[in-house]
Protein backbone atom coordinates (compact mmCIF):
# COMPACT_ATOMS: atom_id res chain seq x y z
CA UNK A 1 0.00 0.00 0.00
CA UNK A 2 1.17 3.25 -0.89
CA UNK A 3 2.14 5.86 1.40
CA UNK A 4 1.38 9.86 1.47
CA UNK A 5 2.91 12.62 3.18
CA UNK A 6 0.20 15.29 2.07
CA UNK A 7 -3.46 15.07 2.45
CA UNK A 8 -5.91 17.09 0.63
CA UNK A 9 -9.34 16.76 2.52
CA UNK A 10 -12.61 17.71 0.98
CA UNK A 11 -14.37 19.45 3.52
CA UNK A 12 -18.14 18.97 3.92
CA UNK A 13 -19.73 15.45 3.55
CA UNK A 14 -16.00 14.37 4.00
CA UNK A 15 -14.38 15.74 7.29
CA UNK A 16 -18.16 17.40 8.05
CA UNK A 17 -21.07 16.04 8.61
CA UNK A 18 -22.49 18.68 6.01
CA UNK A 19 -26.17 16.67 6.06
CA UNK A 20 -26.70 17.18 9.92
CA UNK A 21 -25.24 21.25 9.40
CA UNK A 22 -27.70 21.87 6.94
CA UNK A 23 -30.36 19.78 8.57
CA UNK A 24 -29.85 21.81 11.72
CA UNK A 25 -29.69 25.49 9.60
CA UNK A 26 -32.62 24.99 7.55
CA UNK A 27 -34.64 23.88 10.43
CA UNK A 28 -33.78 26.97 12.40
CA UNK A 29 -34.06 29.47 9.40
CA UNK A 30 -37.95 28.02 8.79
CA UNK A 31 -38.66 28.23 12.30
CA UNK A 32 -37.67 32.25 12.52
CA UNK A 33 -38.98 32.64 9.29
CA UNK A 34 -42.64 31.29 10.76
CA UNK A 35 -42.87 28.67 8.25
CA UNK A 36 -43.75 25.07 7.53
CA UNK A 37 -40.23 23.11 7.59
CA UNK A 38 -40.20 19.03 7.06
CA UNK A 39 -38.52 16.09 5.83
CA UNK A 40 -39.88 16.63 2.07
CA UNK A 41 -38.85 19.92 2.04
CA UNK A 42 -35.55 19.35 3.01
CA UNK A 43 -35.34 16.77 0.22
CA UNK A 44 -36.07 19.54 -1.95
CA UNK A 45 -33.84 21.68 -1.37
CA UNK A 46 -31.27 18.71 -1.76
CA UNK A 47 -32.35 18.10 -4.90
CA UNK A 48 -32.37 21.81 -6.07
CA UNK A 49 -28.84 22.82 -4.40
CA UNK A 50 -26.81 19.94 -5.79
CA UNK A 51 -27.93 20.79 -9.39
CA UNK A 52 -26.99 24.57 -8.48
CA UNK A 53 -23.61 23.32 -7.36
CA UNK A 54 -22.98 20.95 -10.52
CA UNK A 55 -23.75 23.85 -12.42
CA UNK A 56 -21.11 26.07 -10.92
CA UNK A 57 -18.52 22.81 -10.99
CA UNK A 58 -19.55 23.29 -14.91
CA UNK A 59 -18.42 27.17 -14.26
CA UNK A 60 -22.31 28.08 -15.57
CA UNK A 61 -23.47 29.84 -12.95
CA UNK A 62 -21.20 32.17 -10.09
CA UNK A 63 -21.40 31.15 -6.11
CA UNK A 64 -23.22 34.27 -5.82
CA UNK A 65 -25.86 33.29 -8.38
CA UNK A 66 -25.50 29.74 -6.58
CA UNK A 67 -26.73 30.99 -3.25
CA UNK A 68 -30.07 32.67 -3.67
CA UNK A 69 -31.11 30.86 -6.92
CA UNK A 70 -31.52 27.44 -4.76
CA UNK A 71 -33.92 29.33 -2.20
CA UNK A 72 -36.02 31.08 -5.19
CA UNK A 73 -36.32 27.53 -6.68
CA UNK A 74 -37.47 26.42 -3.33
CA UNK A 75 -39.67 28.80 -2.35
CA UNK A 76 -40.96 28.86 -5.87
CA UNK A 77 -41.73 24.90 -5.00
CA UNK A 78 -43.40 25.60 -1.86
CA UNK A 79 -45.30 28.59 -3.00
CA UNK A 80 -43.94 30.95 -0.16
CA UNK A 81 -42.76 34.75 -0.75
CA UNK A 82 -39.21 35.37 1.05
CA UNK A 83 -36.14 37.06 0.31
CA UNK A 84 -33.93 34.64 -0.77
CA UNK A 85 -30.59 36.71 -0.03
CA UNK A 86 -31.28 37.69 2.71
CA UNK A 87 -32.16 34.26 3.83
CA UNK A 88 -29.60 32.55 2.72
CA UNK A 89 -27.31 34.88 4.60
CA UNK A 90 -28.92 33.88 7.43
CA UNK A 91 -28.74 30.63 6.44
CA UNK A 92 -25.04 30.45 6.06
CA UNK A 93 -24.35 31.71 9.43
CA UNK A 94 -26.51 29.01 10.60
CA UNK A 95 -24.49 26.57 8.67
CA UNK A 96 -21.05 27.89 9.56
CA UNK A 97 -21.66 26.71 13.54
CA UNK A 98 -22.56 23.39 12.55
CA UNK A 99 -19.33 21.73 12.64
CA UNK A 100 -20.27 18.35 13.31
CA UNK A 101 -17.55 15.72 11.90
CA UNK A 102 -18.00 12.70 10.42
CA UNK A 103 -17.06 9.02 11.95
CA UNK A 104 -13.51 8.48 12.46
CA UNK A 105 -12.44 12.51 11.02
CA UNK A 106 -11.07 13.50 14.17
CA UNK A 107 -9.13 9.80 14.97
CA UNK A 108 -7.81 9.96 11.35
CA UNK A 109 -6.81 13.74 11.94
CA UNK A 110 -5.10 12.98 15.23
CA UNK A 111 -3.04 10.00 13.30
CA UNK A 112 -2.14 11.76 9.90
CA UNK A 113 -0.38 14.65 12.28
CA UNK A 114 1.20 12.20 14.83
CA UNK A 115 2.83 10.78 11.69
CA UNK A 116 4.54 14.00 11.06
CA UNK A 117 1.96 14.01 8.02
CA UNK A 118 0.33 17.16 6.42
CA UNK A 119 -3.32 17.72 6.42
CA UNK A 120 -4.96 20.70 4.06
CA UNK A 121 -8.57 21.26 3.23
CA UNK A 122 -9.55 22.00 0.03
CA UNK A 123 -13.28 22.87 -0.94
CA UNK A 124 -15.56 24.59 -3.10
CA UNK A 125 -17.65 25.74 -0.12
CA UNK A 126 -18.67 29.16 1.11
CA UNK A 127 -15.34 30.89 2.44
CA UNK A 128 -17.41 32.45 5.66
CA UNK A 129 -19.28 29.39 5.96
CA UNK A 130 -16.20 27.07 5.89
CA UNK A 131 -13.86 29.18 8.13
CA UNK A 132 -16.56 29.73 10.63
CA UNK A 133 -17.31 25.77 10.82
CA UNK A 134 -13.04 25.23 10.83
CA UNK A 135 -12.83 27.42 13.63
CA UNK A 136 -15.57 25.88 15.43
CA UNK A 137 -14.33 22.00 15.03
CA UNK A 138 -12.71 20.02 17.06
CA UNK A 139 -10.10 19.03 14.41
CA UNK A 140 -8.78 22.68 13.75
CA UNK A 141 -5.43 22.24 15.58
CA UNK A 142 -4.79 19.44 13.02
CA UNK A 143 -4.94 21.48 9.56
CA UNK A 144 -2.03 22.94 8.29
CA UNK A 145 -4.25 25.18 5.77
CA UNK A 146 -7.05 25.58 4.03
CA UNK A 147 -8.19 26.59 0.44
CA UNK A 148 -11.64 27.77 -0.62
CA UNK A 149 -12.52 28.32 -3.77
CA UNK A 150 -14.15 31.52 -3.45
CA UNK A 151 -10.46 32.89 -2.46
CA UNK A 152 -8.26 30.83 -4.56
CA UNK A 153 -10.36 31.88 -7.82
CA UNK A 154 -10.83 28.70 -8.97
CA UNK A 155 -12.77 25.74 -8.40
CA UNK A 156 -12.16 22.17 -8.07
CA UNK A 157 -12.06 20.19 -10.21
CA UNK A 158 -10.19 22.61 -12.69
CA UNK A 159 -6.22 22.54 -12.72
CA UNK A 160 -6.08 26.26 -11.64
CA UNK A 161 -7.09 25.31 -8.36
CA UNK A 162 -4.74 22.31 -7.96
CA UNK A 163 -1.67 24.91 -8.96
CA UNK A 164 -2.78 27.56 -6.63
CA UNK A 165 -2.94 24.84 -3.63
CA UNK A 166 0.34 22.93 -4.59
CA UNK A 167 2.16 26.82 -4.75
CA UNK A 168 1.46 27.60 -1.24
CA UNK A 169 2.25 24.18 -0.11
CA UNK A 170 6.06 24.15 0.90
CA UNK A 171 8.28 21.46 -0.21
CA UNK A 172 5.29 19.56 -2.48
CA UNK A 173 5.56 16.42 -4.33
CA UNK A 174 2.67 15.51 -6.54
CA UNK A 175 3.41 11.92 -5.76
CA UNK A 176 3.15 12.51 -2.13
CA UNK A 177 0.09 13.66 -2.42
CA UNK A 178 -3.67 12.32 -1.99
CA UNK A 179 -6.84 13.96 -2.21
CA UNK A 180 -9.73 12.23 -0.50
CA UNK A 181 -13.64 13.64 -0.97
CA UNK A 182 -17.00 12.30 -1.45
CA UNK A 183 -17.48 14.04 -4.79
CA UNK A 184 -16.72 12.30 -8.13
CA UNK A 185 -16.68 15.04 -10.37
CA UNK A 186 -15.47 17.84 -8.34
CA UNK A 187 -12.82 15.71 -5.79
CA UNK A 188 -11.74 12.56 -7.81
CA UNK A 189 -11.75 14.64 -11.46
CA UNK A 190 -9.86 17.18 -9.75
CA UNK A 191 -7.52 14.44 -8.56
CA UNK A 192 -6.86 13.29 -12.06
CA UNK A 193 -6.59 16.95 -13.45
CA UNK A 194 -4.02 17.47 -11.32
CA UNK A 195 -1.92 14.53 -11.37
CA UNK A 196 -2.54 13.66 -8.18
CA UNK A 197 -3.72 10.31 -6.57
CA UNK A 198 -7.60 10.25 -5.27
CA UNK A 199 -9.46 8.36 -2.79
CA UNK A 200 -12.99 8.37 -3.06
CA UNK A 201 -15.10 8.54 0.43
CA UNK A 202 -18.02 6.45 -0.70
CA UNK A 203 -19.96 6.14 2.41
CA UNK A 204 -23.30 4.93 1.32
CA UNK A 205 -21.84 2.26 -0.82
CA UNK A 206 -23.25 3.79 -4.04
CA UNK A 207 -22.39 2.94 -7.81
CA UNK A 208 -20.19 4.78 -9.73
CA UNK A 209 -21.67 5.53 -13.03
CA UNK A 210 -19.93 8.35 -14.19
CA UNK A 211 -16.69 7.00 -15.68
CA UNK A 212 -14.27 8.73 -13.41
CA UNK A 213 -12.10 5.82 -11.58
CA UNK A 214 -10.05 6.72 -8.29
CA UNK A 215 -7.67 5.53 -7.31
CA UNK A 216 -8.80 4.58 -4.18
CA UNK A 217 -12.10 3.90 -2.77
CA UNK A 218 -13.31 3.39 0.57
CA UNK A 219 -16.44 3.30 3.11
CA UNK A 220 -14.96 4.64 6.24
CA UNK A 221 -13.19 7.51 6.97
CA UNK A 222 -10.88 5.59 9.22
CA UNK A 223 -9.48 3.21 6.23
CA UNK A 224 -7.10 6.98 5.02
CA UNK A 225 -4.96 5.70 8.34
CA UNK A 226 -3.72 2.84 5.52
CA UNK A 227 -2.15 5.57 3.65
CA UNK A 228 -0.20 7.20 6.07
Not at 81 to 89: G, I, L, P, Y
Not at 106 to 126: A, D, F, H, P, T
Request: one cysteine or more.
Amino acid sequence: MKKYDIFLFDADGTLYDYDMAEANALKIMFANCKLDYSDAIRNKYRQINTKEWEKFEKGEISKEDLQTSRFIRLFDYIGVSCDAMDFNEKYLYELGKGAFLINGALEVCKYIVSQYKKIYIVSNGILATQTSRIKHSRIKDYISDFFVSEHVGFQKPHTSYFDYVFSHIPQVGINNILIIGDSLTADIQGGHNAGIDSCWFNAAGVDNKTGIVPTYEIRELLEVKKFV
